[in-house]
């Protein structure tokens, strides 16, 4: 066998011992399946990082240079003022509430 089927076994055979709780509740075809799919994804990358470790490091990018800062914007130049309006209908509703208090005694 080669390497990649015999890890996959391994930790079908550990996933299984661990969750053995849940085969009754799945059923013995569900719970075989879903293994098996989980040893799969668990051992996808495991024999490319192998790999990939005797591989001579890429060399890294040097950083971009920096922008100049931007035009800063006139500071004596005079903002805007929002104006600030009372709402009628606020004011309205507010007397209503006052007026419509029936005396209680």
């Not at 591989?55 to 805007?80: G, T």
């Amino acid at each position: 066998m080669s390497d990649n089927k015999e890890t996959r076994k391994k930790v079908a055979s550990l996933l299984e011992t661990a969750l053995t709780g849940w085969k009754e509740e799945l059923g013995e075809k569900k719970f075989a399946k879903r293994i098996e799919k989980a040893a799969k994804l668990f051992t996808e990358g495991m024999h490319d990082e192998k790999a990939q470790k005797t591989e001579k490091p890429k060399k890294e990018k040097a950083a971009p240079a920096e922008k100049a800062p931007k035009a800063e914007k006139a500071v004596n130049a005079p903002k805007a003022k929002a104006k600030v309006t009372a709402k009628p209908k606020v004011a309205k509703k507010a007397a209503a509430k006052k007026k419509a208090k029936p005396a209680a005694r």
